[in-house]
């Protein structure tokens, strides 16, 4: 895994990016998780898109239930909207390639991107099929104040069947672009049988 951060960390340095880098702490009533992501274009034309979301969550009482997630792609945008991708995540202690296609829209208060995407994760020698997506909404109050609005999501199929997925909810007020604050729930459901989980609480986030 600290290889793998410092790779990230080089190439995020080395290309010259001027990123947006958003950092998110959100306190629920089963665990603690600290997330970040950045997104930019590091060449001129802004044919490459790179994007980077990190979580990771720490449970109250087990240990082995903290979990952790690294996932990185870069896009060759095709359109202003429309891309292929590639690139993988890191959780579980090993990483997972995978090829997308992507999809996004950046306004001035709507931010969407939806990665369906194919993977092959070593351990199970097997392929899975998901669609990453995010959708910010911040539309203005006044000068001063504005909405947040935030989720993340993914389900997660092999050939099985399902296999996992999860939400992460966040509604709130930003504040000029100093800080946004408010409540928040992370969702999960596994297996066939979509044994779900809850963890609810409030969040804090800042742009970087």
């Known amino acids: 895994m600290r290889s793998y951060i410092l790779l990230m960390v080089f190439v995020l340095g080395s290309t010259g990016l001027k990123a947006q880098i958003?950092?998110?702490?959100?306190?629920?009533?089963?665990a603690t998780e600290f997330n970040f992501m950045w997104y930019g274009f590091p060449d001129k034309k802004e044919k490459f898109n790179?994007?980077?979301?990190?979580?990771?969550?720490?449970?109250?009482?087990?240990?082995?239930?903290?979990?952790?997630?690294?996932?990185?792609?870069?896009?060759?945008?095709?359109?202003e909207r429309w891309g292929i991708a590639g690139g993988g995540r890191f959780a579980a202690n090993e990483f997972i390639p995978?090829?997308?296609?992507?999809?996004?829209?950046?306004?001035?208060d709507?931010?969407?991107?939806?990665?369906?995407?194919?993977?092959?994760t070593p351990s199970l020698e097997e392929p899975g099929y998901s669609l990453f997506g995010m959708i910010t909404y911040t539309p203005k109050l006044n000068e001063k104040w504005s909405l947040f609005n935030q989720a993340f999501f993914e389900p997660l199929f092999d050939?099985?069947?399902?296999?996992?997925?999860?939400?992460?909810?966040?509604?709130?007020?930003?504040?000029?672009?100093?800080?946004?604050?408010?409540?928040?729930?992370?969702?999960?459901?596994?297996?066939?049988s979509f044994k779900n989980e809850t963890?609810?609480?409030?969040?804090?986030r800042k742009e970087l």
């Open 199 to 204: 963890n609810i609480g409030v969040f804090i």
């Open 50 to 79: 790179l994007f980077n979301f990190t979580f990771f969550e720490a449970d109250y009482d087990e240990r082995s239930n903290n979990t952790y997630e690294i996932y990185q792609v870069i896009t060759y945008n095709l359109t």
């Open 98 to 108: 995978e090829a997308a296609i992507s999809f996004q829209i950046i306004k001035e």
């Open 159 to 192: 050939n099985n069947g399902h296999v996992f997925s999860y939400q992460q909810l966040r509604v709130g007020l930003g504040y000029r672009s100093v800080f946004q604050f408010g409540l928040g729930a992370n969702l999960s459901q596994v297996g066939d």
């Open 110 to 120: 709507l931010y969407l991107n939806l990665f369906p995407s194919v993977r092959y």
């Open 22 to 30: 958003p950092v998110q702490l959100f306190a629920g009533d089963k």
